[in-house]
């Protein structure tokens, strides 16, 4: 096969392969931007892989960065944009089940593509746009079929992480798992305890927001990797039923707060659960205040308050989940937060200093309580923010909690 007409993000990388086989090396495009290249889909990283040691690499360009030199890749610095190289390599140990023990530098592109995932994966292209495919990835990337090179359970055993990334793909692209590399993830299911949940978590959210979700749920529960997932292991009764629900998510905070919806997990028990799955902080928050909006919705009774501590775009994400959820859309939710009078406390006309000016109160926890009461009141509705009048209510409130 070759491409006529290789996408700009190839063009531009040309001149790297032009230099390396110019000096009598071999160079190609691999990987996923081939493969996503003759799927019509947007490429995110050219990776290439060439015969040429990382020494002699080096040697050829200005400006090179060791991003992975142990491993035998070299970053090349042009024109502003960065290119890993890496050089042709076989692999074996793998006694984490994560990464290889011995990496050994070889010349043979075959050799070099026989340590690849997916077939689909190990697909490589000349400057030329000629692929050459040894495993039948042309094939399988027109059947829609996500195979492993060679033994799927030596692969997955090398590297357990492949079988989080072959359900993955499997939702990404709507593709079925081939039977035998199914067959071998349901048998190894359990060394997917060896990896990292932070890997795990970028692979799941990424199969969450693909095209195909509800057949990457379906996978994980037939595959049986659901087990070592945290929150999905022991309700796997309330997970099943997505595995035949079409939902569409934009982001991870959709999908998180999508899955506490769906799992009957509270907006009280959301920072525990995603500790597990070694969420980010601020992710932890904005799916603890969307699932509290969510659960508000659910009932039909949502006040000022609610959308204020969610924020604009937690009010929007809830709203796009609401509809996979088959709750009533409330887009006039939306319109009630954009006609809040403030929508951060910093936006009150008067602050803690200058009640303390006023003689209203002193510092301490008091003054604390007596913001968050003109704070809930403004955003109520029922205290004009005005400075006159936030004095008069802060001195009413003191007097009121003093008695």
Same mark, same amino acid.
């Given at each position: 096969m070759q491409l006529k007409q290789l996408p700009e993000e190839f063009k531009?990388?040309?001149? !790297?392969? &032009?230099? !390396?086989?110019?000096?009598?090396? $071999?160079? @190609?495009?691999?990987g996923g931007s081939v493969r996503d290249t003759i799927l019509n889909k947007p490429i995110h990283d050219v990776d290439i892989a060439s015969s040429a040691y990382p020494a002699e690499v080096k040697n050829l360009f200005k400006k090179t960065v060791d991003t992975g030199i142990q491993h035998g890749t070299v970053m090349i610095l042009d024109h502003g944009h960065g290119y890993e190289v890496t050089?042709?390599?076989?692999?074996? %140990? @793998?006694?984490? @089940?994560?990464?290889?023990?011995?990496? &050994?530098?070889?010349? /043979?592109?075959? $050799?070099?593509?026989?340590?690849?995932?997916?077939?689909i994966n190990a697909l490589a292209m000349n400057a030329e746009g000629v692929v050459t495919d040894l495993f039948g990835g042309l094939t399988d990337l027109n059947d829609h079929v996500i195979k492993a090179v060679g033994d799927p359970a030596a692969r997955f055993h090398e590297d357990a992480l492949r079988m989080m990334r072959a359900v993955r793909f499997s939702s990404q692209l709507n593709f079925q798992i081939e039977a035998e590399t199914k067959q071998a993830i349901a048998s190894q299911a359990e060394l997917l305890t060896k990896i990292a949940m932070e890997r795990i978590h970028e692979e799941f959210v990424k199969l969450m927001m693909g095209q195909a979700a509800s057949q990457g749920v379906e996978q994980l529960i037939s595959?049986?990797?659901?087990? @070592? *997932?945290? %929150?999905?292991?022991?309700?796997?009764? $309330?997970?099943?039923? *997505?595995?035949?629900?079409?939902?569409?998510?934009?982001?991870?905070?959709?999908?998180? /707060?999508?899955?506490?919806?769906? *799992?009957? !997990?509270?907006? /009280?028990?959301? /920072?525990?659960?995603?500790?597990?799955?070694?969420?980010?902080?601020?992710?932890?928050?904005?799916?603890? $205040?969307?699932?509290?909006?969510?659960?508000? !919705?659910?009932?039909q009774t949502v006040s000022n308050w609610d959308l204020y501590v969610a924020g604009r775009q937690n009010v929007l994400d809830a709203l796009a989940v609401s509809r996979w959820l088959n709750m009533p859309y409330r887009p006039d939710l939306l319109q009630q937060y954009d006609q809040l009078v403030i929508t951060q406390k910093k936006q009150l006309t008067i602050s803690g200093k200058e009640l303390m000016q006023n003689q209203i109160v002193t510092a301490g926890p008091v003054l604390g309580q007596v913001l968050s009461y003109l704070e809930q009141q403004v955003v109520a509705g029922d205290l004009a923010n005005e400075p006159d009048l936030l004095v008069l209510a802060a001195k009413n409130y003191v007097q009121e909690i003093s008695k």
């Open positions: 531009q990388a040309l001149p !790297i392969l &032009t230099t !390396i086989t110019a000096a009598g090396f $071999e160079a @190609y495009f691999v050089t042709f390599r076989t692999e074996s %140990g @793998y006694q984490d @089940y994560r990464r290889p023990d011995q990496v &050994t530098f070889v010349r /043979s592109l075959a $050799e070099d593509l026989m340590r690849r995932d997916f077939t595959t049986k990797l659901y087990q @070592y *997932l945290p %929150g999905l292991n022991e309700r796997v009764s $309330e997970l099943r039923p *997505l595995a035949d629900q079409k939902f569409e998510l934009a982001n991870e905070n959709q999908v998180w /707060s999508f899955l506490a919806m769906t *799992l009957g !997990i509270s907006a /009280s028990q959301v /920072s525990d659960w995603l500790k597990k799955w070694k969420t980010a902080n601020k992710i932890v928050k904005d799916v603890t $205040e969307m699932v509290q909006l969510l659960t508000v !919705i659910k009932s």
